[in-house]
């Protein structure tokens, strides 16, 4: 079979990133699915953010419930009395948990095989590495052999985002024609507030900085 003619599942949490990884995996496979974890974010807006664009898209959704990350680590994006920081210099950020990725994308695949979808799509990146360790290119592919033992299945997870910078990641959505509605329509931001967000945030600062940053290449 032509992995092009099957389909892949999106690993969504209705951010910038996976937003423009939907777009991707629409642009190149006939049946996209999209997966949610709800683990107690702190902003229950994600997971509404998350259904409005999979209805825009006409793009079916499954929301998993992964409440239990809450219950196994302490960190800011599920507790709200833990400030978000970023990391200092050999420190993880306070918004780290642990596996977090490596679970998601476990649970996705057991969620894609059920489906018939071969690839597994998702936006993780090394290039804006912020020392989540189930991020890096290398983990990824050695969950990708993992996850094929496990199931004795010939998954192919794709990370479109894993190489280039924020503002990169701007100029893809543009590529597609996406700029526009992953600016207005996602949700990236701690604190809640959607599109450009809160401006002070670490989110909000990477998301707002890589955009300026493309803006201007682009003019
Ligand atoms: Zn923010």
Redesign the pocket.
Known sequence: MNIKDEGAMVVFSGGQDSTTCLFWALERYAKVEAVTFDYGQRHSKEIECAKKICADLGVQHTILDMSLLGQLTENALTRDSIKVEAGEEGHLPSTFVDGRNMLFLTFAAVAAKQKGLRNIVTGVCETDFSGYPDCRDIFIKSLNVTLNLAMDHSFVIHTPLMWIDKSETWELADKMGKLEYVRDNTLT???G?MGA?????P??KLRNHGLEKYLARRE
């Open positions: 931001c701690y604190n507030i967000g809160c401006g002070e945030c989110a909000c």
